[in-house]
């Protein structure tokens, strides 16, 4: 599965919508010698994203489109090509994005879902993971394709739910793993 990139740096582009831990630890990741990552733009679909405050702190290019129309994937695309991005990490990126956009990066974008996928693809995986009484959860870096949260597994890890677990306790713990999982995922696709 590994792509060779030679000496050349992937510019990517990470994509959130909430707090931005992914996005942080994947810029801590990005600084390091092994990373073949440099992180050159961060999109939001929500102005009130905390994770924003990371453009600021690392002097990283920053935008914002709500994404309720098609007109703000044409901007975003317009932004992409612009800033010459080869990458798009999503973060915690709530919005689904169309067929269109997603083709027209030709399987470059990558996605951090929190479960054990195919369990729990979608929303409220912490909630359904407990009420169903499963033994494990975890999280996965996975390909983008055009069905939800099924494209193509890069890596994933398992997590152990507790009996007194609940979903703000599970998401936690997972958290903890998926700033892990990110960098390792994006050093086995792309290797030097
Ligand atoms: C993470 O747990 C991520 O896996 C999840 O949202 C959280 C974002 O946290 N993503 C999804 O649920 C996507 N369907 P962060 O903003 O602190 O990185």
Redesign the pocket.
């Known amino acids: 599965m590994a792509i060779s990139t030679g000496s050349k740096i992937i510019k990517t582009a990470v994509f959130?919508?909430?707090?931005?831990?992914?996005?942080k630890s994947l810029i801590k990741f990005s600084k390091l010698k092994e990373s073949p990552i440099s992180i050159d733009l961060i999109i939001s679909n929500n102005p009130k994203s905390k994770?924003l405050k990371y453009a600021n702190i690392f002097k990283i290019k920053k935008k914002v489109f709500t994404f309720k129309n098609m007109t703000d994937e044409k901007k975003t695309l317009f932004e992409l090509k612009k800033n010459k991005i080869d990458l798009i990490c999503?973060?915690?990126?709530?919005k689904i994005l169309s067929k269109t956009f997603i083709k027209s990066f030709k399987g470059n974008i990558l996605?951090?879902?929190?479960s054990f996928l195919p369990k729990f693809k979608?929303?409220n995986?912490h909630e359904r993971a407990i009420k169903k009484k499963e033994k494990y959860s975890g999280?996965t870096v996975h390909f983008v394709n055009s069905k939800l949260?099924s494209g193509k597994i890069i890596l994933q890890k398992k997590v152990k739910i507790n009996k007194n677990d609940d979903p703000k306790s599970l998401?936690k713990k997972?958290?903890i793993q998926?700033h892990k999982l990110y960098p390792k995922a994006i050093l086995k696709v792309f290797s030097h």
């Open positions: 959130i919508s909430g707090t931005g831990s992914n996005l994770g999503l973060a915690g990126f709530m996605n951090i879902h929190p979608g929303l995986t999280c949260d998401a997972i958290l998926e």
